[in-house]
């Protein structure tokens, strides 16, 4: 064989291998989040974990096909429905459990819970439950990198309902304004708690509100995270390269209650025509079905990866159930300067 046709051959090669390799990566995090999930739902009707937990089951390409495509030291801001969001941008999942038990190893050492998850170390900056309150956070962390030209990317997860809110419009304002390097990223499952989307606002796409205020912006299928993760890919780099804020907007759906572990449908809120749509673009099983279809992975293999998930998932809950409670701490001031 020619020497150039041989070149040729291995860099096909090398290609074909990065693609099997990120698409395992893709599912081995999407596993590990659903996995994860699924373990708290169960966990949490032992009643030890005692803050309030919103799952992102059904939800989980979102955060995986975004982070997949962020650096280390890339910064993200998240919401009440965080777990998917931290397990994504590599968050330490002993810390993440401990902190939902209440217990001093946590992420949090214990005293915010399952709504305000932080890794520092990961470039998981924070999680707030009151919403739209982690866009002018994240606009000012954009904002400063703007400043250091650390080229540093910021992506801010919101939901559907934060475009109802003031601040909304005042932050994608002084995005554009100021071209800072931030994502916005809406999750759009259709309901702000168990109001529907055409219940509280005019039949618009969401991301059309971003694109008038002047920025690119495109909304995409949240179920399918061989989307996400293509558009998050091109728009990051837009991000990077200085050409200003971006926004995308996932469509998606929640398949368990707004808060809690359980299934809520007999509360009659969602239309059982819509749930069992939402339930056949479950993203787990799609993707599954993707990669066997396409022979990119064995289903031996996939045991093999759910059975490394799982080990961690339990060596997690093993970790937060030996580890302590904080110790009661009388002067509040101690407890925020304490390193």
């Given amino acids: 064989m020619p020497p150039f046709l041989l070149l040729y051959y291995y860099v096909l090669l090398y290609c074909h291998m990065m693609k099997k390799q990120n698409l395992i990566s893709l599912y081995k995090k999407l596993i590990l989040i659903r996995l994860t999930e699924e373990a708290i739902a169960l966990k949490y009707q032992e009643r030890e974990m005692r803050c309030p937990v919103h799952l992102s089951i059904g939800q989980e390409a979102i955060a995986v096909g975004v982070c997949e495509n962020l650096k280390k030291d890339d910064i993200v801001y998240s919401t009440h429905r965080c777990h998917a969001h931290y397990i ?18 946590g992420c949090a050492k214990g005293r915010g819970g399952s709504m305000h998850l932080v890794d520092l170390e990961a470039g998981f900056w924070g999680a707030t439950p009151i919403v739209g309150n982690s866009l002018p956070v994240a606009l000012g962390v954009a904002f400063a990198n703007k400043l250091k030209g650390n080229k540093k990317a910021v992506a801010v997860f919101i939901g559907d309902g934060t ?22 990223v809406c999750e759009n499952n259709l309901f702000s708690v168990y109001t529907h ?19 690119e912006a495109y909304q995409k299928d949240g179920n399918d995270i061989l989307e996400v993760y293509k558009i998050s890919s091109s728009i990051i780099d837009h991000i990077r390269k200085g050409q200003g804020p971006a926004f995308l907007e996932f469509m998606t759906y929640r398949h368990r209650e ?11 809120y969602r239309d059982q025509k819509e749930v069992k749509y939402w339930l056949k673009k479950d993203p787990v099983t799609n993707f599954k ?29 093993d970790f937060a159930k030996k580890s302590k409670f904080p110790k009661q701490e009388k002067d509040f001031r101690k407890l925020i300067y304490a390193k």
């Avoid at 475009?163 to 916005?184: D, Q, R, S």
């Avoid at 509280?200 to 694109?211: S, V």
């Avoid at 299934?263 to 009659?268: F, T």
């Avoid at 079905?289 to 093999?304: A, F, G, N, Q, R």
């Fill in 88 to 105: 994504a941008k590599g968050g330490d999942l002993n810390r993440m459990m401990a902190e939902i038990y209440g217990k001093v190893t």
């Fill in 163 to 184: 475009a109802e809110e003031g601040v909304f419009h005042e932050c994608l304002n002084f995005a554009v304004l100021h071209k800072l390097p931030i994502l916005f």
């Fill in 197 to 215: 989307l055409k219940e509280r606002q005019h039949t618009r796409p969401i991301y059309k509100i971003a694109e008038a205020h002047g920025m």
């Fill in 258 to 268: 707004h808060c809690g572990p359980f299934y809520d449908d007999q509360l009659g």
């Fill in 289 to 317: 079905k993707y990669l066997l279809d396409h022979k990119v992975i064995l289903e031996t293999e996939m045991e093999k990866i759910k059975k490394e998930a799982m080990g961690k998932i339990t060596r997690a809950l």
